[in-house]
T-cell receptor, first 115, second 116 residues
Framework: AQKITQTQPGMFVQEKEAVTLDCTYD???????LFWYKQPSSGEMIFLIY??????QNATEGRYSLNFQKARKSANLVISASQLGDSAMYFC????????????FGPGTRLSVLP | GAVVSQHPSWVICKSGTSVKIECRSL??????MFWYRQFPKQSLMLMAT?????????EQGVEKDKFLINHASLTLSTLTVTSAHPEDSSFYIC????????????FGEGSRLTVL
């Protein structure tokens, strides 16, 4: 079964607008971490933001924020004031404490920012 | 943030040859590194977990003798694709885990392998 689900294969957003990329996860481990990575066409994976399962507040990093709804097992990424350089693949990932150090990645969402 | 360097970025080789890809953590010690393979328009597929000083742990379906992993130091892991064939052509990405409970995963730039 898929542990990480990203239901949006592709998304479009107008420059300067906000966009939400969906991520839902499945785990029975009470301790886990959720991550978002950006992969531009160059191929490198860029870490964006982290949310721990016990964190009380939603994580924020500059224009990135994570809408963490634990009961729904969702960890949506919100990008505010989109820029052309935000066009890339975005991957949601999870690391479960009881399953060692492996990260499980979702299928990704391709974001295209329109001028 | 932490820096992970992967080399080479691009490699083209003839079928039957072996190719070595290096993954270095430049500003931190990484006891654990991961090797991923990524096909076009797909997500990352974990191949193996590389632990410093011990044998790598391979995921199901990944041939150990085909993809040799060595993690000889706290800053270097290598992936050797032995007797490469065209079906081994892919984008290979390494990552290194920083220490701590909320250890972060930092990625190398990736290596695109093309086997002719």
């Amino acid at each position: 079964a898929q542990k990480i689900t990203q239901t949006q294969p592709g998304m479009f957003v107008q420059e300067k607008e906000a966009v939400t990329l969906d991520c839902t996860y499945d785990t029975s481990d009470p301790s886990y971490g959720l991550f978002w990575y950006k992969q531009p066409s160059s191929g490198e994976m860029i870490f964006l933001i982290y949310q721990g399962s016990y964190d009380q507040q939603n994580a924020t990093e500059g224009r990135y924020s994570l809408n963490f709804q634990k009961a729904r097992k969702s960890a949506n990424l919100v990008i505010s004031a989109s820029q052309l350089g935000d066009s890339a693949m975005y991957f949601c990932a999870m690391r479960e404490r009881n399953y060692g150090q492996n990260f499980v990645f979702g299928p990704g969402t391709r974001l295209s920012v329109l001028p | 943030g932490a820096v992970v360097s992967q080399h080479p970025s691009w490699v083209i080789c003839k079928s039957g040859t072996s190719v070595k890809i290096e993954c270095r953590s430049l500003d931190f010690q990484a006891t654990t590194m991961f090797w991923y393979r990524q096909f076009p328009k797909q997500s990352l597929m974990l191949m193996a977990t590389s632990n410093e000083g011990s044998k790598a742990t391979y995921e199901q379906g990944v041939e150990k003798d085909k993809f040799l992993i060595n993690h000889a130091s706290l800053t270097l892991s290598t992936l050797t694709v032995t007797s490469a064939h065209p079906e081994d052509s892919s984008f290979y990405i390494c990552s290194a885990l920083t220490s701590g409970i909320s250890g972060e995963l930092f990625f190398g730039e990736g290596s695109r392998l093309t086997v002719l």
